[in-house]
């Protein structure tokens, strides 16, 4: 079955990716936590000083690419129903596409950024088509600019479910991460509460955005069906899920 004949299931893909958030959790939040937990110090000592912004840019970039990495291995472990790898496991197996993932990470970042800038519709289109590239690279260990052609191919005839997955999980994110960072922001004043209350917000929200990414591309992939295959059913077919 070819990317063309896949369909993507909005509702089906949204349930799958807080039902996987729900049932490991335990994983997702705490690595999460420990990671931003470093880039919010890092930034905090570093807050005012333009000479050392790239440093806190760098870690956060570094941070973000390989939880990325290590959520799409996670995805990819538990599609028979268990987890066999442990934290360090995934982690381990996401350092040797680390340098690729932040390289296409900076790529696609530069270019949606530039999209949103000029017309807005750009940048939404491509951070469409862009929308699995990690995946692309983790699974596949696709190149960096290869990586870019794959999931354009995957995401054809997509889009707008692509799209509409998205769009719901931006929306969710967003007002998850304002109601967290007011009532952070109530709780502790001045740049230690923002501090507490960034971190909180990251923690929480991270996990959707790269579950987002794995569970459509695992939906789309030819050959990788398996449990998700009903999220991506031939035209003309029901989509069973549940």
């Not at 470093?38 to 807050?47: G, S």
């Not at 932040?102 to 800038?117: D, K, R, S, T, Y």
């Not at 991270?206 to 030819?222: E, N, R, S, V």
């Amino acid at each position: 079955m070819t990317p063309m004949e896949r369909k993507l299931d909005i509702g089906g893909t949204l349930t799958r990716i807080f039902q996987t958030y729900g049932d490991q959790a335990g994983v997702l939040l705490p690595v999460a936590f420990c990671l931003y937990l470093i880039v919010a110090v890092v930034n905090a000592l570093l807050v005012g000083s333009l000479v050392l912004f790239p440093l806190g840019f760098a870690v956060s970039v570094v941070a973000a690419t390989l939880y990325q990495g290590m959520v799409v291995g996670l995805v990819k472990d538990v599609r028979d129903g268990r987890r066999d790898s442990s934290v360090g496991d995934l982690i381990d197996a996401t350092w040797p596409v680390v340098l690729p993932l932040i390289g296409a990470g900076l790529l696609a970042g530069i270019g949606i950024g530039i999209g949103m800038i000029l017309l807005v519709i750009p940048g939404l289109f491509l951070l469409t088509i862009w929308a699995v590239i990690a995946p692309a690279i983790v699974v596949e260990h696709r190149g960096v600019i290869e990586a870019f052609g794959r999931s354009r191919e995957l995401v054809r005839g997509n889009g707008w479910q692509v799209f509409g997955v998205l769009f719901v999980i931006f929306v969710i994110v967003a007002a998850v991460g304002a109601v967290l960072a007011a009532i952070g922001a109530a709780i502790a004043d001045g740049v230690g509460g923002r501090i507490v209350a960034n971190l909180i917000a990251s923690t929480v929200t991270a996990p959707i955005g790269a579950l987002a990414a794995a569970t459509i591309y695992f939906a789309l992939a030819p050959g990788d069906g398996g449990p998700e295959a009903p999220l991506a059913a031939p035209p003309d077919q029901p989509v069973v899920t549940g």
